[in-house]
C-alpha cells in the first residue's frame, strides 16, 4: 500500500487517489442502504403476512 501511495504522490495524482477514496467509500455506504432497505421491506411484508393471517383466523367475516 506504501508504494502505491508513493507512485500516486510522484505522478503528482494524489488528487485522483482522494477522488478513489471516495467513490469507494461512497458506494460502500450506497450498497449498505440499499441492502439495509431491501432488509425492512422485508420486515414490513412479514409483519403485513402476519396481520392478514391473524385477521383471517380471529376476523368477523360480515
Not at 500516486?8 to 477522488?19: C, K, M, S, T, Y
Not at 449498505?32 to 380471529?58: G, P, Q
Amino acid at each position: 500500500m506504501d508504494s502505491l501511495i508513493r507512485i500516486f504522490a510522484e505522478r503528482g495524482d494524489l488528487a485522483h487517489l482522494a477522488l478513489l477514496i471516495w467513490a469507494l467509500g461512497a458506494s460502500a455506504l450506497a450498497w449498505r442502504a440499499v441492502r439495509e432497505l431491501a432488509e425492512a421491506a422485508r420486515r414490513f411484508d412479514d409483519f403485513v403476512r402476519e396481520i392478514a393471517r391473524f385477521n383471517a383466523l380471529f376476523g368477523d367475516d360480515k
